[in-house]
């Protein structure tokens, strides 16, 4: 009979420290293209016909003539690829997560920070012990794999206070998936209204966050907004595990929100 | 390798099912469709008369008449007729149990939805699920659990419903489909090369191999070639793709079985392995290379013998140990059996069939990729329970890490990508044998030579009907492990 105890005390220690220090485990992932507007020549639109969740449109008679919502973006690749003149480069800028819908849209002056947020009460009530409940409302299952891989040994979630819970009523946050099915838009809110307050929901994927690829048709809806009142946007495809920690210390204000306009502000690699 | 195409007469359909079932056939996949973007559907039947047989196609149109269900001769067949009258609006004369499949009960569509005019969402007023009526002298000492949509811990939502006495499962119905997201009628209008960003957020841990059978039914639309080099990458990245799931299966395993150490370690080697997906292709999930005509650009080669190599050095100790923990061992061996005659007869697919003893791989015998020039093994175990389940997946990741290791040292040169221009008014069939099974993608394009009907058959829409005959009879205890041992997906079957 095999001693396990052994053999997990040999493994040694396998947490990272992240964001503390230590690595965050996402060496090589690429992240949300960035735009640089002054490259964008005039008679192409390459990029908006290859996206296929309509992240980048063309506006016509503007000066800038592309919107460019990262809170439909879904990392393809596939601008930076078709892109002739380099305005979309590839990046590792996958820490999105924002307060505001409207920081998700990328523009060219990035206003100044508004004074940090006045702090508020959740840094007192759930700074040190956050219980989350997660519904999947039709999720690929992709942000459910990296949900999961946040409680393996390399993140250990634990080790920041923060535990996901199999009740609502346990709650402080709800984290969602998936653009909302007509089938468990209905389940969705009772787990809402099972969490007592002061809750806070968190939209976890571009298709909570927006529809994403898979949002509309016959079937779905087009993510959290409508629905139900979003504290954080986490868009990404899927947000990878140090995304999401990043966004939920973020939540508790224990870290900084790094994305404005469009623009990663903080100048630092995520790294 | 092109599948065989062959009209078949309403009049004879029956006859020729039950002549090519007798034989040894198994119908993989059956799907309607509306040629011309009209109302009258075209019903396809994917038949493979024998394991290492190349593939047919059945093509019946119906015209005006119901078509005869085959369900009760092929009866894996019955999920592909309730979906097909669900989302198509067909009728299937004879069908055993025409209950409602990938709407949920309660919903309705003013037109099929799958059909080319339909506009509009569904409407939906929540149902309860049909459960067997429970009759005899104690049937009030039966319970009934339903549990879900929501769930403990982070998993798929789906509702299982339980009706049971004591801890003896009598009855038991996964209500599944609550993610049913109409993915099929994305594809409607794409072009070749956006339907590939969409099919690898089908179900996004199948992302390589709805890719592949994807863009391999586009190729075989097309009739183009896709270089050597691009075929030895797809094998890598598929490959790649069995590492992380069948790794976290195993810690999965481990966690219904509450050997706490077996679970960390399982999923930190996933953890690892989709650390190493990130470096080579830019994607956790190994995501945005793969296209019609090849892949779309190099991957990172440099350090990936070496990390698997260190991959299979921590994995090897770990698999014996857990082949030699009897507490372990005992909660999987003889739980949720599933005999070779009902694997088979219920279309139970990859590690499932391949536990039950059918030894059968698409890999191997629809071979395609690089498959036929690597050493490929095909890993069989016939007590057909849980035990069995974990010990080919556990030979799955020792194999899949020497396969690629064998193909990074023969990986041949040159270009990676081929044009492919997909004709208007073609079709064509692609699979992969993702790590839970068999995944088919069938391929109608349009005649402005756009994508007209995608259909997308996912290995848990296969194991999902095979598992369900496994819990019956069996108890309460048993389910958790039962369930994990088979290693289910919610979002590929739920589409």
Known sequence: MPLWTLYGLKQGKVSTAWPKSGSDGQAGVLGMPRFDSSKCQSDCQACAESCLPKAITMIDGAETRLAVDYGRCVACQLCVEVCPTGAFTASSDWAFGVRRREDLHWAQAVAAPEGEALKSSIQRFFGRSLHVRHVDAGSCNGCESELQALNNPFYNLHRLGIFFTPSPRFADLLLVTGPVTYAMRGPLLEAFDAIPEPRFVMAIGTCAVSGGTNGGGYACGNGLDGVLPVDIYVPGCPPNPAAIIHALLMLLERSAQRVRAGHVTDGARSA | ?495
């Open chain 2, 1 to 495: 390798m092109m599948a065989r195409l062959e009209d078949i007469a309403l009049a004879d359909l029956r006859g020729r099912c039950e002549t090519a079932v007798k034989g040894g056939a198994r119908m993989q996949m059956a799907y309607a469709w509306f040629p011309d973007r009209g109302t009258v559907p075209e019903i396809r039947y994917l038949v493979n008369a024998g394991t290492t047989q190349p593939l047919q196609i059945w093509r019946c149109r119906p015209r005006t008449h119901a078509v005869p269900s085959l369900s009760t001769i092929a009866p894996l067949l019955s999920w592909y007729e309730r979906e097909m009258m669900d989302l198509c609006g067909v009728e299937f004369e004879g069908h055993p149990q025409p209950d409602p499949l990938a709407l949920l009960p309660g919903a309705t569509a003013a037109t099929p939805p799958l059909r080319p005019d339909a506009t509009g969402a569904l409407s939906y007023t929540p149902e309860r699920s049909k459960l067997p009526e429970i009759t005899g002298p104690m049937n009030e000492d039966v319970q009934i659990l339903p549990f879900g949509p929501v769930r403990a811990d982070v998993v798929e939502s789906a509702q299982f419903d339980f009706q049971y006495v004591g801890e003896g499962i009598l009855h038991y119905h996964p209500q599944l489909f609550f993610k049913h997201r109409g993915m099929e009628k994305r594809f409607e209008g794409l072009t070749a090369e956006l339907g590939v960003v969409l099919a690898e957020r089908v179900s996004a841990i199948g992302s390589v191999a709805h890719g592949l059978a994807y863009c391999r039914a586009l190729e075989s639309a097309a009739d183009c070639t896709v270089p050597p080099r691009a075929q030895w990458l797809r094998v890598l990245l598929a490959e790649l793709e069995r590492l992380y799931n069948h790794l976290h299966y195993l810690g999965h395993l481990c966690h219904t079985t509450t050997l706490k150490v077996g679970e960390a370690q399982g999923k930190f080697l996933e953890e690892l392995a989709k650390q190493i997906n990130s470096r080579v292709s830019g994607s956790r999930f190994l995501r945005s290379l793969l296209t019609p005509g090849g892949i779309r650009r190099e991957p990172l080669l440099a350090g990936l013998d070496e990390a698997l190599g260190a991959l299979q050095e921590q994995f090897l100790p770990y698999a014996a140990m857990l082949e030699a923990t009897t507490t372990h061992l005992d909660r999987l061996i003889t739980t949720g059996m599933l005999s070779s005659q009902l694997a088979f007869d219920q279309g139970a697919t990859g590690p499932i069939e391949r536990a039950s003893g059918l030894d059968r791989d698409p890999r191997r015998d629809q071979a395609y990729a690089a498959y036929p020039e690597l050493p490929l093994k095909v890993a069989v175990r016939h007590a057909g329970d849980a035990h069995a389940r974990q010990q080919v997946r556990i030979e799955e990741v020792a194999h899949s890490i020497e396969l690629i290791q064998a193909l990074l040292r023969d990986l041949p040169g040159g270009s990676i990508r081929l044009p492919c221009r997909v004709p208007a008014g073609a079709e064509g069939l692609g699979w992969a044998e993702s790590p839970r099974g068999s995944l088919y993608y069938a391929v109608h394009v349009d005649r402005d030579g756009k994508l007209g009907r995608v259909k997308i058959k996912s290995p848990s829409f296969s194991n999902w009907r095979a598992f369900a005959f496994t819990v019956h009879d069996s108890n309460m205890m048993d389910y958790a492990i039962n369930e994990a041992s088979f290693g289910l997906s919610i979002a590929g079957c739920d589409r």
